[in-house]
C-alpha cells in the first residue's frame, strides 16, 4: 500500500513562495548542509516545487509567479555554535539583519536573510537566563 506521504517526511512542512528559490536551496544546502530531494521545473527555467532536507524538517518552496507574489518568510533554526554560524551565514552571502544576542531568555539569537529571501534566526540556548 502507498503511503500518504513520502517516506521519512515529515506530516507538516513550511511551503514559501520566493522570487529566487534556487539561490535560497543553493545557500541552505552551502549554509546548513541542506539535502535537496524533489525539484521540479516550470517552463520558466525557475523552480516550481522544490524540497530540501535540513535535519528532520523538509522545506518547500517554488518561485513567485503573476498572481502568487513571493512572501515575506521568518525560519528559526537552532545551531550549536550561533556565533559561527551567524559569521558563516554573512561569508556566504547573507544580509545582517540582527548580530547574535543574549536577551532576558537562554538562548543567544541573531538572524541574517539569504540570498533567495529567507530570514533565519539562529540561536543556540546557553545557561539559564
Given at each position: 500500500?502507498?503511503?500518504?506521504?513520502?517516506?521519512?517526511?515529515?506530516?507538516?512542512?513550511?511551503?514559501?513562495?520566493?522570487?529566487?528559490?534556487?539561490?535560497?536551496?543553493?545557500?541552505?544546502?552551502?549554509?546548513?548542509g541542506?539535502?535537496?530531494?524533489?525539484?521540479?521545473?516550470?517552463?520558466?527555467?525557475?523552480?516550481?516545487?522544490?524540497?530540501?532536507?535540513?535535519?528532520?524538517?523538509?522545506?518547500?518552496?517554488?518561485?513567485?509567479?503573476?498572481?502568487?507574489?513571493?512572501?515575506?518568510?521568518?525560519?528559526?533554526?537552532?545551531?550549536?555554535?550561533?556565533?559561527?554560524?551567524?559569521?558563516?551565514?554573512?561569508?556566504?552571502?547573507?544580509?545582517?539583519?540582527?548580530?547574535?544576542?543574549?536577551?532576558?531568555?537562554?538562548?543567544?539569537?541573531?538572524?541574517?536573510?539569504?540570498?533567495?529571501?529567507?530570514?533565519?534566526w539562529?540561536?543556540?540556548?546557553?545557561?539559564?537566563?
Open positions: 500500500m502507498t503511503s500518504y506521504k513520502p517516506e521519512a517526511y515529515p506530516d507538516i512542512s513550511p511551503y514559501m513562495v520566493l522570487d529566487d528559490p534556487e539561490a535560497a536551496m543553493r545557500f541552505i544546502e552551502a549554509m546548513f541542506g539535502q535537496r530531494l524533489r525539484v521540479f521545473m516550470g517552463d520558466d527555467g525557475r523552480i516550481q516545487h522544490g524540497e530540501i532536507r535540513i535535519g528532520a524538517a523538509v522545506l518547500m518552496m517554488g518561485a513567485s509567479v503573476p498572481g502568487w507574489p513571493a512572501q515575506a518568510v521568518n525560519l528559526h533554526y537552532y545551531v550549536p555554535d550561533v556565533d559561527s554560524a551567524y559569521a558563516r551565514a554573512l561569508q556566504l552571502g547573507a544580509q545582517a539583519v540582527q548580530e547574535p544576542a543574549r536577551k532576558d531568555e537562554p538562548d543567544k539569537r541573531g538572524g541574517f536573510q539569504d540570498p533567495g529571501g529567507i530570514v533565519w539562529v540561536s543556540t540556548q546557553m545557561e539559564e537566563a
